[in-house]
């Protein structure tokens, strides 16, 4: 039942990068992995997210680092505050399904995960991931024609805007070219994605139903589909290393406030803008 995420067991933050070549192959192949054995530090953090980076363009890079340019590091986990409702129980959805951050230009590549305390129980809290590729490939070529075609108009809250955003329903992966899913899922939108345009231009009442109905089973499949499912069942020291661009992710409940805390780093192209599809001019 479900997908096992890959571990690459580790002695030492050194024993890591003389297994890079391993690492970034598996990173390619399934999108997700864990390095487990040892615990790391944010500087060992940051010199494999960096060594990573020169092979994959990622705005994590040795030369950054020696310019002293150091960002996109955060304090992560969903326990850090004391005021948040932590009665989600290990079986019900503490933050749901969604896509990373689809309104930039630049998109989020990937997330560099080192869950520093775990103090919750060891199938609490755990984080759940599904490859869009898949999903995409599972879809007829019926569907996948629709929504090569899709654009969609959504609202989410991000700091500076809620948007409305507008952006492609599908877009090729960086490394593979792939057609990846990029439309979000997630409850916490101020407004769920609607076609906007297909195939340039206003949509028919008959095609905003279909893309209706599309998203409506590519949910399904996410909360409901436990084969294409994997699972991270946190142990303190793991260090996860997911493609953002082509994993939905969502967080499982059960643990109370500061029981479970990382530090992540997100990672986007070299020379990445802040940009944001706020215009239909973009897509
Ligand atoms: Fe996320």
New binding site residues.
Partial sequence: MGKEIPIVSVTSVKDSLDQLDTIIDIYKEVGVLVLRGCKFSLEDQILITSKMGDVLGWNFYTDILKNDRVDGTYLGGHSDNPDANYSHGKDQYK?DW?I?QVFYIDPVLA?IWNMTHFSAEPDAGTTRFADSIEIYESLSIEDQDFLDKSVVIWEKPMGQTNGPFYTNVVAPHPISGKPTLRVEMDHGCYRMPELHFWNGGIPSKEQVDRFNSIWGKIKGTLTGNVDIRYVQYWQEGDMLIVD?FRMY?AVMGGFNYGERTFTGIGVRPKGFTHDLYISEDLV
């Fill in positions: 933050l969604h990373e997330g953002l992710h």
